[in-house]
């Protein structure tokens, strides 16, 4: 079975270079992705010619896909969302499909792709067992079990949770506001509504836009401010700024601002891949309510325009009723439709005012956070960060946006915001989180420490608030609360995250080699940890990475996976 595995991996490896010499060098797609491989300062040179084949090997597949559509038939066209696995029910060659692609997608390096890939593979096989009537190994049982205890394990935690961590949230809390064939749109609720702790956050939303490939999300405006990151797919996002279109090609790292009251438009312009966008809401009129007004629509979305009387209607628009009736009328499919292709290139290539992206200035345009150099690299992970200086939209605001990828068995330096409220989505990986924090009920804590030493009342006592997070989670961390993430193992962890209060706030490593405690006198050190200032020198000055570090051992994850304090 190892002999085989490693010529089939072989074999494939051989293939993804010989295709390679066959693509079209010039495409934009793919230069553009392999810019993005040359520019991971944490690769080495091999991990980046690994990168620069992925690249080849998708591009070519997904060219290979794009010919052989036309001859699909509907349900071919259709897979499944980016954070499912293997659907049940679905022809087993559709999972296939859906699998492969999901390794295309979430699978970094080139020999870990084709890793994955060979797994959808071998899964496809026993599936395709299963229907001839054979049964599966104890091999296999023994592996689906040890799945479904980890997915049992998952909800376990997240339910325990509930009582005692107000600032983690998981996929089922997300409620949705549209939920059609072509994609969905589902918020978390009000923060407020979890726990008076997050008042701070009671004018903020969080929201997640899913359309399906070749999906018209209907004109509508927000009663509130938004801020959104691609993190996943391409299309096209239309605002209607007073009398003039602005309209913006998109992809993955874009984040562009929808003030209060534009109505806007998204269009995904891919054949194949889903868009995933991250919705930051700040509301105008009530704390932590927003609505979306529909004008264009019918009876689904329902168009405000028909709370007017057919009086009203006529006059404004100078038009008889039964003209209205059948424009008022007919839209009844919800607020995403499916488009024709011609429709998605007529959409795509709009433009009125400033020119579409990325020849759009940036001020007031688009801003790719992975155009710009990472504030902060090494082997162990990066961060982008994007402000106000950077695009200037956000000033008003007073919002940072940043997206943080750390490597798989990594860590990012234990610190704090000064001022800031970070408000994180994982898009891709898992992991945890440990955050300090004073404010958490102290019944469970002070049931799991019987036997500690009291405090006088009124003085600080530090509760450790830790979760496992994966892709779809939320958490909240406070100005001045030391915050530590994890990567898992197996997976790099990648989070996109918004702080608000971001004008003069200050990021305090507390780890690394520019911690806070260095620059202390060495008397300070003396008198504040009682002990001599060398052994404080020693401890704080032994990391000599900055900002991402290597991560705790498997042994004391799997621990940590286990045990919630």
């Known amino acids: 079975m190892n002999r085989k595995l490693c010529f089939t991996l072989f074999t494939l490896s051989v293939l993804v270079l010989c295709a390679g010499l066959a693509l079209a060098t ?57 954070h499912e696995w293997m659907n049940p029910g679905e022809p087993a060659e559709k999972q296939l499909r859906q699998c492969q692609r999901q390794c295309d997608r979430q699978e970094e390096g080139g020999q870990q792709r084709a890793l994955c890939r060979l797994r959808c593979q071998e899964k496809y096989r026993r599936e395709k067992e299963g229907e001839g009537g054979q049964h599966k190994t104890q091999e296999e049982e023994e592996e689906e079990e040890e799945e479904g205890d980890e997915e049992r394990q998952w909800q376990g935690q997240e339910e325990e949770e509930e009582d005692e961590n107000p600032y983690v949230f998981h996929k089922h809390h997300f409620t949705s506001r549209v939920t059609t064939q072509h994609g969905r749109v589902a ?15 009671e004018k903020y939303r969080l929201g997640i836009l899913i359309a399906n490939p070749q999906t018209f999300v209907t004109p509508a405006h927000l009663d509130a401010d938004a801020v959104f990151f691609v993190s996943w797919g391409q299309g096209t996002i239309t605002v209607i700024r007073e009398n003039n279109r602005e309209s913006y090609n998109v992809k993955r790292g874009d984040i562009i601002r929808v003030p209060s009251g534009n109505t806007f438009y998204v269009t995904n312009t891919d054949d194949d891949e889903k868009l995933y966008i991250v919705k930051f809401i700040k509301s105008i009129n009530l704390p932590g309510q927003y609505e979306a007004f529909y004008g264009a ?13 057919w009086e009203i209607l006529e006059s404004a628009f100078k038009t008889k009723r039964d003209s209205l009736e059948r424009v008022f009328f007919q839209q009844d499919q919800g607020p995403m439709v499916k488009a024709s292709k011609q429709q998605i290139r007529a959409l795509s290539r709009s433009q009125e005012g400033p020119s579409i992206w990325p020849f759009a200035g940036v001020s007031r345009g688009t801003f790719n956070l992975f155009g710009k150099r990472p504030s902060h690299s090494n082997n162990f992970g990066e961060l982008f960060e ?44 898992d992991g945890y989180i440990e955050i300090a924090c004073p404010h958490v009920s102290r019944s469970s804590s002070e049931r799991r420490h019987q036997g500690s030493s009291t405090r006088e009342e009124g003085s600080a006592t530090y509760h450790k608030v830790s979760s496992r997070i994966r892709t779809d989670s939320a958490y909240i961390v406070p100005a001045g609360h030391p915050v530590v993430t994890v990567a898992s193992q197996n997976n790099n962890l990648e989070v996109v995250c918004f702080e608000i209060n971001a004008e003069g706030n200050i990021r305090f490593p507390l780890a690394g080699r520019n911690n806070i405690f260095k620059v202390m006198e060495r008397e300070a050190k003396e008198l504040a940890f009682n002990t001599r200032a060398d052994e404080v020198e020693r401890v704080f000055g032994n990391q000599d990475q900055d900002w991402f570090f290597k991560g705790p051992s498997r042994r004391h994850q799997q621990q940590q996976g286990r045990a919630y304090e």
């Open 26 to 82: 010039k495409d934009p797609e793919l230069k553009q992705c392999k810019h993005q491989c040359r520019a991971r300062q944490q690769y080495d040179e091999k991990q980046k010619e690994q990168c620069a084949r992925t690249c080849e090997e998708y591009y070519k597949e997904k060219k290979q896909r794009e010919r052989h559509r036309e001859g699909e038939s509907e349900e071919e066209k259709e897979w499944g969302g980016r």
């Open 187 to 201: 918020f978390l609720p009000k923060f407020t509504q979890r726990s008076k702790l997050l008042r701070g956050l």
């Open 297 to 309: 629509g019918g009876e689904n979305p329902d168009s405000f325009l028909r709370a007017f009387s």
């Open 386 to 429: 994007a402000d106000s200086n950077d695009f200037r939209p956000l000033e008003d605001l007073d919002i940072t946006v940043s997206y943080a990828n750390i490597s798989k068995g990594a860590m990012a330096a234990p610190f704090y915001n000064s001022r800031s409220t970070k408000v994180a989505v994982v898009v891709a990986g």
